[in-house]
C-alpha cells in the first residue's frame, strides 16, 4: 500500500466519521432529509463567497457555505411555518433553488475554475494526495486531512459539551424548552455544525455522499443499540467501514472512490437491516413464524380442552379428524400436533390427542385473556 | 410562605397564589385559542382543567410555562414572571408527544428532570442518580431502571413521566392529561402521588378530561372552555350549570353511564383517597 493510498482511506474515514455523528442527531430528529438539503445548498454559498474573495482556497467559502447552510434551514422553517406547505414539500423546494442556482452561477461564470459539477457531486477523494499543508518546508501530509479532522473535532467538542442538551431536545423538546434549554438555540447550533461538517467533507467527497454518510450509518445504528452513546460509537464504526471498504472497491474496481463508499455505506445498511439482533428483517420474521406456531399450539389446546371426555372426542380430537373441525390444512394440523407434543402439551391414545396437564393449563391460561 | 405544610391542613387561600393568570389571550394565527383568561391557582392545591376538546386546556398549561407567546396578558409565578422562577415548576407532558423509540432508557429519562437544576454543561452525577432511582421507586418503577423505554405499556410511560417531574423538586407541577389512557394500577399511583404532593404543600395542576373522577380526585377545578366558565373549589363550582355552559348539549354523557359502573368508580376512587 503506497502513501497516497493510506491517505486516501485516512482522509476517507475521517470525512465519514465527522458526517455520521451528527447525523445521529439528524436521525433521531427526523430530519435526515435536512442533510440532503443543507448538503446542496451550500453550493449557492461556495459560489457567492467566491465571487467575492475570488479565490479558491480562502476560507471565507467555508464562512460562506455554512451560512447558507443554516440559511436553507431557516427558510425550510419560514415555508413550513406558514402552513400552506408540508414540512418535506417545503425542503424540496428551498435548496434546488439554491443548488440550481449555484450550478448556474459556476457554468456561466467559473468554468475555468476548479468548481466543476461532476466534482460538486461526487467529489475527487482520489486528488486528496495532491493539495498538501506544507510548514516551512516540510509536507506535512494533504490539507484535507487537517481540514476534515479540524471539523471531526469540531463535531466532538460540540457533542461532547452538549450531549445532555442534545439529548434533552431531541427527546422531550417541550422540556427542554421549560427548563431553559431553549430547543431553538440548540437545533440552530446543531444546523450549524451539520452545514460545517457538510462544506468539509463537499470538497472532498461531493454533496451526495455527504448525504450518505450523514444518514446510512446512524440507521444501521439505530437498529443494533437501544442506548445513544452507544448509537454515536456505532455509527462511526460503520462510517470508517464504509470508507475503508468502499476505497478498495473504488481500487478494485477502478471507479469513483465516493461513489463506491457511498454504495458501501448503503450495503452495510441493507445488511444490518436484514439481520440486526432482534429488530431487523429476518429476526422480526422469524418472531412472527415462531408466534404463529406458538398460536396454533395454544388453539389446539383450547380446542381440545373444550371437548376433551365428551361424547364428541372420537370425531372432534381425533388425529385424523381435528383438522376438519379447526378448518385448518391437514399438513398444518398434523404438524402443530407434532409440535405440541414435543413441546410436552399433549399425547396420543389410539389416535385420540389427549392434554397433558402442562397443556390443560396452557389452554386455561389462553382463554383468560 | 414555600415552605411543605406537614400534612396540616390549611385552607386554600388566594392572597399569595402560586400562579396568577392575567387576561391571557393566545391565538394561533388569528384564532383564539384562548380568551382573555384570569385565574388565581391557591398554594397547595389539586386543580383539574376540565373542558371539551379544543377548549385550550393544553394551550393554558403550555402558556403557563411559557411555551406559548401569548397575544396578551401575563402568567406569574409566585409573584414574579415564569422566567424567573423556572425552577419553581415541573412539568409532566403528554406522554404521546415524545418518540418513545428514542434510543435511551428508564433512568436516562427520569435523570432528564434534574437537568435543569444541573444547567448546561454539567452532567448528572451520583447523587442524580440516587434521587432518580427514590422518585422511581414512588411510582412503582424501581425494577425498570435499566429497561428501554420503547419496552413500556402506556401506563408505564406515564410513571417514568412522573417520576421525572419528581425529580425536578418543584413547588408546582403541571401535568398534561397524565391519566389519559393509563391501567388501573397507574391511575391508582398517580392519584397517591397526586396526595402526598398536596401533603408536601405543592401545588398541582393537571389538565384532566374524565368528569366522573374530579370529585374524588380534587379539591379544586376550572371549566374552561376557550374562555374561563368557572373556578374555584370543587364543591361550589363543578356544577351541572357550569359543566352545561362548559360543553354545551354534550355534557348528558356524565350521567350516561351505568349506576353500577359509576359506584365502581366512586368506591375505587374513595378507596385510594383513603390509602393516600
Known amino acids: ?369 | 410562605m414555600l415552605q411543605p405544610q406537614n400534612g396540616t391542613y390549611n385552607p386554600p387561600t388566594l392572597n399569595h397564589p402560586a400562579i396568577k393568570v392575567e387576561d391571557l389571550t393566545v391565538a394561533y394565527h388569528d384564532k383564539p385559542a384562548l380568551w382573555d383568561i384570569d385565574l388565581l391557582v391557591p398554594q397547595g392545591v389539586l386543580l383539574a382543567i376540565v373542558g371539551p376538546n379544543g377548549a385550550g386546556k393544553t394551550t393554558l398549561i403550555k402558556a403557563m410555562l411559557g411555551l406559548l407567546k401569548p397575544v396578551a396578558g401575563s402568567v406569574e409565578v409566585f409573584g414574579r414572571p415564569y422566567k424567573e422562577q423556572r425552577k419553581l415548576l415541573a412539568y409532566v407532558p403528554q406522554r404521546r408527544s415524545v418518540d418513545w423509540d428514542f434510543p435511551t432508557n428508564v433512568l436516562d429519562v427520569v435523570l432528564m428532570g434534574r437537568y435543569g437544576a444541573l444547567g448546561w454543561f454539567k452532567r448528572p452525577g451520583k447523587q442524580d442518580r440516587e434521587l432518580a432511582r427514590e422518585a422511581l421507586k414512588k411510582v412503582g418503577m424501581e425494577d425498570f431502571a435499566r429497561r428501554q423505554i420503547s419496552e413500556l405499556s402506556g401506563g408505564q410511560q406515564q410513571r417514568v413521566f412522573l417520576a421525572r417531574a419528581l425529580v425536578q423538586d418543584a413547588q408546582v407541577y403541571l401535568m398534561d392529561e397524565p391519566f389519559q389512557g393509563v391501567d388501573a394500577t397507574t391511575e391508582r399511583t398517580i392519584v397517591k402521588l397526586l396526595q402526598e404532593l398536596r401533603a408536601a404543600g405543592k401545588t398541582v395542576v393537571v389538565v384532566h378530561h374524565d368528569l366522573q373522577t374530579v370529585t374524588d380526585y380534587f379539591d379544586w377545578v376550572m371549566l374552561l372552555n376557550v374562555r374561563k366558565i368557572a373556578s374555584g373549589p370543587v364543591g361550589e363550582m363543578f356544577t351541572e350549570e357550569n359543566l352545561r355552559l362548559a360543553y354545551g348539549g354534550r355534557v348528558a354523557f356524565l350521567h350516561a353511564r351505568p349506576k353500577e359502573a359509576e359506584e365502581r368508580i366512586k368506591g375505587e376512587g374513595r378507596r385510594i383517597k383513603d390509602e393516600g
Not at chain 1, 247 to 267: E, H
Not at chain 1, 321 to 347: C, D, M, P, T
Open chain 1, 1 to 369: 500500500m503506497s502513501t497516497a493510498q493510506l491517505e486516501i482511506q485516512l482522509v476517507a474515514a475521517v470525512v465519514a466519521v465527522a458526517c455520521s455523528l451528527p447525523g445521529v442527531f439528524l436521525i433521531l430528529r427526523r430530519m435526515a432529509m435536512m442533510s440532503d438539503a443543507i448538503s446542496h445548498a451550500i453550493l449557492f454559498g461556495i459560489v457567492l463567497a467566491f465571487f467575492v474573495v475570488e479565490d479558491i482556497t480562502s476560507p471565507f467559502l467555508v464562512v460562506g457555505a455554512a451560512l447558507t447552510g443554516v440559511l436553507t434551514v431557516s427558510l425550510v422553517e419560514a415555508l413550513h411555518r406558514t402552513r400552506l406547505v408540508k414540512a418535506d414539500a417545503a425542503i424540496g423546494l428551498v435548496f434546488p433553488v439554491l443548488f440550481s442556482i449555484g450550478v448556474i452561477l459556476i457554468a456561466r461564470y467559473a468554468g475555468n475554475v476548479h468548481l466543476d459539477i461532476d466534482a460538486v457531486l461526487l467529489g475527487e477523494l482520489a486528488f486528496a494526495p495532491f493539495n498538501r499543508f506544507v510548514v516551512a518546508g516540510y509536507d506535512l501530509g494533504p490539507i484535507s486531512f487537517y481540514v476534515m479532522g479540524g471539523i471531526l473535532l469540531l463535531n466532538i467538542l460540540f457533542i461532547a459539551l452538549f450531549y445532555k442538551e442534545l439529548k434533552l431536545a431531541s427527546f422531550d423538546a417541550g422540556l427542554a424548552a421549560a427548563i431553559g434549554f431553549s430547543p431553538t438555540l440548540i437545533h440552530y447550533a446543531l444546523m450549524t455544525q451539520v452545514s460545517l461538517t457538510a462544506v468539509g467533507a463537499f470538497d472532498a467527497v461531493g454533496s451526495i455522499l455527504v448525504v450518505a454518510l450523514m444518514v446510512a450509518p446512524p440507521a444501521a445504528a439505530y437498529l443494533l443499540t437501544d442506548r445513544l452513546s452507544r448509537m454515536l460509537l456505532i455509527s462511526a464504526g460503520v462510517g470508517i467501514a464504509s470508507a475503508i471498504g468502499g476505497y478498495w472497491t473504488a481500487n478494485l474496481f477502478d471507479v469513483n472512490i465516493a461513489g463506491s463508499m457511498a454504495s458501501m455505506a448503503g450495503l452495510i445498511f441493507l445488511l444490518v437491516y436484514l439481520t440486526a439482533p432482534g429488530r431487523g428483517l429476518i429476526a422480526v420474521a422469524r418472531r412472527n413464524l415462531h408466534q404463529r406456531w406458538e398460536f396454533a399450539q395454544r388453539m389446539l389446546a383450547v380446542h381440545l380442552l373444550h371437548h376433551q371426555g365428551l361424547p364428541e372426542a372420537q370425531q372432534e380430537c381425533h388425529v385424523h379428524s381435528v383438522h376438519e373441525h379447526l378448518n385448518w390444512e391437514q399438513e398444518f394440523a398434523r404438524r402443530v400436533a407434532r409440535l405440541a407434543e414435543k413441546e410436552g402439551l399433549i399425547y396420543q391414545e389410539r389416535g385420540l390427542l389427549l392434554l397433558t396437564g402442562k397443556g390443560r393449563d396452557l389452554a386455561e391460561e389462553a382463554m383468560l385473556y
